[in-house]
C-alpha cells in the first residue's frame, strides 16, 4: 500500500490525526512521498514515538487556522461601478 492510498483512505474515514501526519510529513517536511510505503509511516511513528505530538499540533493550528482565518471583506459600492 502506498502512503496516496493510506492519505485516501484516511481522507474516506475521516482520521483526522492521520491525515496531518501525512500532510506534514509529505509536504512540510518532505521526508516521504506519496508514493513511498505506507510501512515508511509506521516506521516514523515507531521511531519518533512521543515527539511527534508537538509537531502535529503546530500543523493542525496551522492548518486549521488557515482555513477559519479567511476573512472575506464586503465589495464596496465603487468596485461594483459599469463603465
Given amino acids: ?29 518532505k521526508v516521504v512521498s506519496l508514493e513511498s510505503n505506507a ?19 503546530d500543523y493542525k493550528t496551522k492548518v486549521e487556522g488557515a482555513a477559519s482565518g479567511l476573512q472575506f471583506s464586503e465589495p464596496k459600492i465603487d468596485d461594483l461601478s459599469v463603465q
Fill in 39 to 57: 510501512n515508511n509511516i509506521e516506521y516514523i511513528i515507531e521511531k519518533y514515538k512521543g515527539q511527534l505530538n508537538p509537531y502535529l499540533i
Fill in 1 to 29: 500500500m502506498t502512503i496516496q492510498e493510506l492519505y485516501n483512505e484516511a481522507k474516506v474515514e475521516e482520521f483526522k490525526s492521520l491525515i496531518y501526519l501525512i500532510e506534514w510529513l509529505v509536504f512540510e517536511k
